[in-house]
């Protein structure tokens, strides 16, 4: 069976991301969202193996002392990771699979699994960027204006990643998406792997 693909998403709050993701997967076959390890409570409606996988603080400790993790980090007081070995039994099951991380926790990928391919999810313009943050209506501008400040870090390393998208028409950036994995699904070293009888026949 041909492995499959480590993709890495990254994008500002606000850029469409985890919306992306989830059309994504619903409509492509073999593409997976990674599931992180969480130490943070489970929340309403929330279930173990399908949002998270929630572990306790020792567990957590145990699995960052045994290099478990491709990446972690502390999030409000919380520990999220990224387990190595349930990324390499999904490749290994043909699948695809997509890391949902910010640009910290993609440069720790990129150390341990430098063939992955990342992709940068950018918004249209400023002022698009701008009302989707305050598109809840329920943060003041002083909360705004701190998330504008985030997301303009977070998209300065966009020199950092293999492909851009632009979320503008979403149906678009969508089909842009697809576009990545077949492309990478059709490279050479893949397709060579995955079509070994054809060729061999075809040489013969």
């Known amino acids: 069976m041909t492995t499959g693909t480590l993709f890495i998403v990254s994008a500002p709050s606000g850029a469409g991301k985890t919306s992306l993701l989830k059309a994504l997967v619903e409509t492509e076959e073999r593409v997976r969202v990674s599931i992180s390890h969480t130490t943070r409570p489970k929340r309403p409606g929330e279930s173990d193996a399908?949002?998270?996988?929630?572990?306790?603080?020792?567990?957590?400790?145990?699995?960052?002392?045994?290099?478990?993790?491709?990446?972690?980090?502390?999030?409000f007081g919380n520990f999220y990771g990224?387990?190595?070995?349930?990324?390499?039994?999904?490749?290994?099951?043909?699948?695809d699979v997509i890391l949902e991380i910010d640009w910290q926790g993609a440069?720790?990928?990129?150390?341990?699994?430098?063939?992955?391919?990342?992709?940068?999810?950018?918004?249209?313009?400023?002022?698009?960027l701008r009302q989707r943050l305050g598109s809840r209506g329920q943060d003041s501008e002083t909360v705004i204006q701190r998330r504008l400040g985030e997301a303009r870090q977070e998209m300065s390393h966009y020199p950092e990643y293999d492909y851009i998208v632009v979320n503008d028409l979403f149906d678009q950036a969508l089909g842009e998406l697809r576009a990545i994995i077949t492309a990478q699904r059709l490279r050479q070293s893949v397709q060579a792997q995955r079509l070994q009888e054809r060729l061999r026949s075809l040489l013969a």
Not at 118 to 124: G, H, Q, T
């Open 107 to 128: 440069r720790q990928v990129r150390e341990r699994f430098p063939a992955a391919v990342s992709v940068f999810i950018l918004p249209p313009t400023p002022e698009a």
């Open 82 to 95: 990224t387990s190595e070995a349930g990324i390499r039994e999904q490749m290994e099951r043909g699948n």
């Open 50 to 75: 399908v949002d998270y996988h929630f572990v306790d603080s020792d567990a957590f400790s145990r699995m960052i002392e045994a290099g478990a993790f491709l990446e972690h980090a502390e999030v």
